[in-house]
């Protein structure tokens, strides 16, 4: 008899583990591994992960699985020892991980058929209480096992039947259909076709038909994108039958030419190469600065992994960044597969299938492209490894770099982690020799390093009025404009003012289910909260006095944008932020014109600040360094340091150097004049000093619980118990374990719900689980929610 090894399908850690049912008749030539089945589980009908399957004697007092759902596998071998993995070190459920890597689509039910839900004992025993029921329905179920919604009709009337479903005396089943296959890249060509017969009769009798062969007069071939021509898919159809046009696959893209790379290029690559011959798992830091090349020993070493047969995955933090990392891979290396959440549902599930298929050997995309199930995996880049986007926020809470480490080790893959401004953690792996460090100190071709200038905003407006840029940043733009140059002004902070403030009682306008400030958008001329998206008219009277002195305070990219556009009307001026690019096609937009010089001044948040290369722009403004600095949490001035550095960089990308202005309340700040200097190495000594006295990051790991819900007083007291709890395990612990708080969370409402945190500092992480575990065993507080997150990026 077969079986099969289940995962149920439920968002609890206490089903992890496997669950034995018996395969019908029906389903025993059927590969079952890799997809998801309906079982009965716990007295209802549940979906479940066939994660074995197996011939043994005996088990016929075994349930039956009901249906197959899926019609191909959703995950192989690897991904279920990744989704395992990513149970034990998160502490969640490995059904959640491994829904983690199907395709949306794929958990979209369709084609939905009828089961009975009952058997014919418990339809007598119905019958006995008075409860009858359609017996012809639930006799035809019992016979076919299932039907379409179309024979069930034929028995009950759609309300009947949607009542027997919601009473639960039938199931409602649909199955995870698989798409539309992903087409390949075709042409059109001319066929059997004689322009001076066939077109004058297509002229009379089918004018549509007779403009596409027009096109092909003049032309040899026609792309398959001939929507924006306003062709239609019948008018070609009817051509391709009539044997006017013939289809022919699209031939390979062809491959741009060799680069020439720099002595440290070649270096690097080498060693590169060594390590994925080598056939061992090998990690590395690429410390490049910014410009240096690091795209291009990407190629190269992606183009030595392909030699070998093997799959290439680059990482990318930002959308912005895979499109401009398509291009360079497209050229270099020909097809790739591309996923990110800027495609659609359909369009990542046709570049899923490619991957798995094994028709896309490189994949490239932002975050969840980590879980592709691309064969034979030789090659891992993380390309600035150190964003935050790498940080998943909700559960489970897992950092790409950590999978992409589990992933690399179990194919005995080389991973490449890139960055100018590496992570503490990551550069202390280099500096203490755990990971290879692999550097590139000097702008490629020729380039030099922007000139950094530092405007203390004390004393810059002195003979001006005040304004949102200085007097030095104003001619600076000026100049550059002048010379036919591009600039970046950079802010991180979206919107138009961050606060509105009453100039009688000083009292500023908030969010009724945040602790935060409403940002005022001109676009949509309305107040909106950043946390839980409230759109809130604007007011013209302060709602705690009553007065009409209410002022805008502060700046962001739509103020910065509206100022520049004021001071140089001539200047075509573009805003890149989460609201200008929301629209798809928008950010791409945004970028060509950057690319293609249309674009004279872009203003933007940090996705401006990240990878991208414009050799053409010459200057960035920085508008308000401080903004970054002054926040409650252990990693500030990391990332203050990084965004500064990665924004500078942006500038003088071509042989011509760059400049950079970066305005300041605090010129004399360390991290400002290290990030001035464009200083990692003293950064690094400065902040992991600091650390080292405080006990963080990389000398501990990190647990964090947030405590969340409605009543303030029910989250304290949960967040108490637990510390009290804490303390116990600790006083029974021969290991160091250091507690901070309970306190409340810098943001202390977010959505309705107040929120405190503890902090949980150890240097053995399997201890840390273990305090976790221990936490999750114990009864839920009433009310309240805990959230776990080993080695937090945030404590906000």
């Not at 398509?326 to 659609?344: K, N, P």
């Not at 094994?358 to 492209?369: C, I, P």
């Not at 305090?771 to 009310?783: E, F, Q």
Request: aromatic share 6%; glycine share 8%.
């Amino acid at each position: 008899m077969k079986t099969v090894e289940l995962i149920i399908n439920l968002p609890t850690t206490k089903l992890n583990t496997t669950f034995t049912y018996m395969v019908p008749a029906q389903y025993e030539a059927e590969v079952l591994f890799g997809k998801r089945v309906l079982v009965n589980f716990g007295g209802r009908r549940e979906e479940g992960f066939v994660v074995a399957e197996q011939q043994v004697a005996g088990g016929a007092d075994l349930k039956p699985i009901l249906k197959v759902l899926d019609t191909e596998t959703v995950f192989d071998i690897a991904l279920l020892d990744l989704a395992r993995w990513m149970a034990e070190t998160y502490l969640c459920p490995i059904a959640t991980a491994l829904s983690l890597m199907v395709p949306k689509i794929l958990r979209i039910k369709k084609g939905t058929v009828y089961m009975a839900a009952i058997d014919e004992l418990e339809n007598e025993q119905l019958l006995q209480q008075g409860v009858v029921l359609n017996t012809q329905l639930l006799a035809r179920l019992w016979e076919a096992g299932e039907i379409s919604h179309r024979q069930a009709l034929q028995y009950v009337s759609q309300a009947e039947l949607l009542d027997l479903v919601e009473s639960g005396y039938i199931m409602a089943v649909g199955t995870y259909q698989l798409g539309r296959r992903p087409r390949q890249p075709h042409t059109y060509l001319l066929g059997d076709f004689d322009f001076q017969t066939d077109l004058v009769h297509l002229q009379r009798r089918a004018p549509r038909q007779a403009a596409i062969m027009e096109l092909l007069r003049s032309s040899d071939q026609l792309d398959e994108d001939l929507s924006r021509l306003g062709i239609s898919p019948a008018s070609l159809q009817a051509l391709l039958s009539k044997g006017y046009l013939k289809i022919q696959a699209e031939p390979p893209r062809p491959q741009a030419g060799e680069m020439i790379l720099s002595e440290d290029q070649q270096l690097v690559a080498a060693r590169l190469r060594e390590a994925l011959h080598s056939g061992s798992s090998i990690e590395f830091l690429l410390f490049g600065v910014t410009g240096s090349g690091k795209t291009e020993v990407y190629v190269q070493a992606a183009r030595t992994a392909l030699q070998q047969g093997k799959g290439v995955l680059v990482l990318v933090p930002e959308i912005a960044l895979t499109r401009q990392l398509v291009e360079v891979f497209a050229a270099r290396l020909g097809d790739l597969a591309v996923l990110h959440s800027g495609l659609s549902a359909g369009e990542r599930y046709e570049e899923w299938l490619r991957i798995k298929n094994g028709q896309a050997r490189v994949v490239l995309g932002a975050r969840s492209a980590v879980f592709a199930p691309l064969p034979r995996l030789g090659l891992i880049i993380m390309d600035e490894e150190q964003e935050g986007s790498y940080k998943q926020e909700e559960l489970p809470r897992y950092h790409t770099r950590e999978v992409a480490r589990y992933r690399a080790q179990q194919e005995s893959a080389v991973l490449v982690l890139g960055s100018a401004t590496p992570s503490i953690e990551t550069f202390h792996a280099a500096y203490t020799g755990t990971v290879q460090l692999l550097p590139l100190l000097g702008r490629i071709g020729g380039g030099q390093m922007p000139e950094v200038y530092i405007e203390d905003l004390k004393t810059a407006f002195q003979n001006d009025s005040r304004g949102l840029i200085t007097p030095r940043l104003r001619d600076k733009i000026d100049e550059n404009l002048n010379r036919g140059e591009q600039v970046i002004l950079f802010i991180n902070r979206r919107g138009y003012s961050p606060m509105t403030v009453c100039w009688e009682c000083g009292n500023i306008a908030s969010c009724p289910s945040c602790s935060v400030g409403m940002t005022y958008h001109i676009d949509v001329e309305a107040n909106v909260c950043h946390y839980c998206n409230l759109h809130l008219p604007v007011e013209s009277q302060c709602r705690a006095c009553g007065s009409t002195h209410l002022q805008l305070m502060g700046a962001g990219t739509q103020r910065v944008e509206e100022h520049i556009r004021s001071l140089f009307p001539l200047a075509v001026v573009a805003r890149l932020d989460i609201d200008s690019s929301r629209r798809k096609g928008m950010q791409k937009s945004i970028l060509d014109g950057m690319k293609s010089g249309q674009i004279d001044i872009l203003v933007g948040t940090q996705m401006v600040a990240k990878g991208l290369d414009f050799p053409a722009v010459s200057l960035v403004g920085i508008i308000d360094a401080d903004a970054m600095l002054n926040l409650p949490d252990f990693r500030a001035g990391e990332r203050c340091f990084q965004l500064l550095v990665q924004a500078a960089g942006r500038a003088g990308r071509s042989k011509a150097r760059g400049e950079v202005i970066i305005q300041t309340f605090n010129p004399d700040h360390p991290i400002i004049k290290m990030a001035a200097d464009q200083d990692y190495l003293s950064f690094y000594q400065y902040e992991v000093d600091l650390r080292r006295r405080l006990d963080y990051p990389p000398f501990t790991r990190l647990l964090r619980l947030v405590f969340s819900g409605e009543e303030e007083h029910a989250v304290q007291a949960a967040s108490q118990t637990t510390a009290q709890f804490i303390e116990e395990l600790i006083d029974a612990s021969e290991t160091e374990i250091i507690l901070l708080g309970p306190a409340s969370c810098p943001l202390n409402k977010i959505r309705n719900r107040f929120r405190y945190q503890l902090m949980v500092k150890c240097a053995a992480p399997g201890l840390l689980r273990s305090v976790a575990a221990y936490i999750l065993a114990r009864p839920s507080p009433k009310n309240v929610r805990i959230d776990l997150d080993f080695d937090p990026i945030s404590s906000m």
